[in-house]
């Protein structure tokens, strides 16, 4: 085999489809996915290649240093692509500290583990880093996040992974490892764990649930397809010059409230409910603390220089993605079930 590509969060939401998109595109690359399955970790993402020859899973968690060491050992790790993280942001207001864990001593656990191992040679692997868009704060005055808009955290998710960011780029800097670090917009589309806004609002929409909204639902996101942002991590992998940030985005940048009612809209068109039924299930709510405004980014750096551009405009994606969920009702009955319920009982519904 070429490469050992370590992909932690290997079978999360987009964890998933990158695995996926590295087994199968490069047959001479070996993928190490490692997950600790956790609540969004399922490996049901990944069924139809977990018999293939350059796949093997591997269940530890990226907060057990001397683990990583391990791992890093037994495969020979050449390369990581690093997305395991807790994410969601309601979660991290309730249990900060297990943000801090995951996000940033994971990350750093992962860092120590690669310098011991390519020590020397470190001009021969690379370390991606692949973190959000929320590191650079709210947007008040138009415009977009570039790569060298100055970071403003405004939660403790935002935070920790504004600091595991920084810990990557004084890796680089101290010990001279090569690293990259990718800044994307929020994801859509199959897989995705079904407490964030948009596999929420389809699962609650079919079963006649109240599609809860924070605020006036007037808080702006730009949206990518999740295949498109795998694609974009693969370039960046493969293109991307040692030490750079890429923005990853959509261009496609919807208020919650006109998203939830375009979901409504063709949910009732494909499930034959009558126009604007499902929109009565909209149920305005208490914002959300440190609810940040707008987020937009400014995606021209990686279609300048490394050719990626999304393939999908938002409404195309939405048909996807819903049509996706109508026909995977075994896959979210799965997933709905178990610690999720168990979460869900003691806080308030997930709201994007």
């Known amino acids: 085999m070429d490469k050992h590509i370590l992909i932690t969060g290997g079978a999360g939401f987009i964890g998933s489809h990158v695995v996926r998109l590295f087994v199968t595109r490069y047959p001479r690359y070996r993928i190490i996915n490692l997950d600790a399955l956790t609540y969004a970790g ?15 899973f591997v269940k530890a968690d990226i907060c057990d240093a001397g683990e990583m060491n391990r791992i890093f050992a037994e495969y020979g790790i050449t390369d990581v692509i690093h997305l395991a993280a807790e994410s969601h942001v309601d979660r991290s207001i309730a249990d900060p500290m297990a943000f801090i864990m995951t996000n940033v001593v994971g990350t750093v656990n992962l860092l120590n583990a690669a310098r011991m191992a390519w020590q020397g040679e470190y001009e021969k692997h690379r370390f991606y880093h692949v973190s959000t868009d929320e590191v650079y704060g709210s947007l008040h005055d138009g415009g977009y996040f570039v790569e060298t808009t100055p970071y403003d955290p405004q939660s403790p ?3 920790s992974k504004a600091s595991s960011d920084h810990f990557v780029r004084a890796y680089a800097n101290t010990y001279g490892m090569q690293t990259v670090i990718s800044n994307c917009s929020n994801n859509y589309g199959p897989n995705h764990f079904p407490e964030k806004l948009i596999p929420l609002c389809i699962h609650n929409i079919k079963s006649n649930k109240p599609l809860p909204i924070y605020g006036k ?9 999740v295949v498109d942002h795998a694609r ?3 370039v ?3 293109k991307g010059a040692s030490g750079e940030t890429y923005n990853i985005g ?13 979901l409504c809209q063709v949910m009732d068109r494909k499930l034959g409910r009558p126009e604007g039924e499902s929109e009565k299930l909209i149920t305005f709510v ?6 940040d405004l707008r987020y937009a980014i400014d995606a021209s750096k990686i279609m300048h220089e490394l050719g990626w551009q999304p393939s999908l405009q938002f409404e195309e994606g939405i048909e996807k993605t819903v049509d996706w969920y109508l026909q995977n009702e075994e896959w979210l009955t799965h997933v709905t079930s178990g610690s ?3 979460y869900y009982s003691q806080q308030y519904e997930g709201r994007g």
């Open 42 to 56: 399922n490996l049901e993402n990944l069924k139809d290649i977990e018999e293939r020859e350059n796949y093997q």
């Open 157 to 159: 998710y935002s935070a």
């Open 217 to 225: 639902g007037e808080n702006v996101r730009d949206w990518l397809y």
């Open 232 to 234: 974009a991590i693969d």
């Open 236 to 238: 960046v992998f493969h």
């Open 250 to 262: 959509g261009f496609n940048e919807w208020k919650n409230i006109d998203i939830v009612r375009l």
């Open 286 to 291: 208490k914002d959300r603390a440190g609810h």
């Open 340 to 342: 999720y319920q168990d």
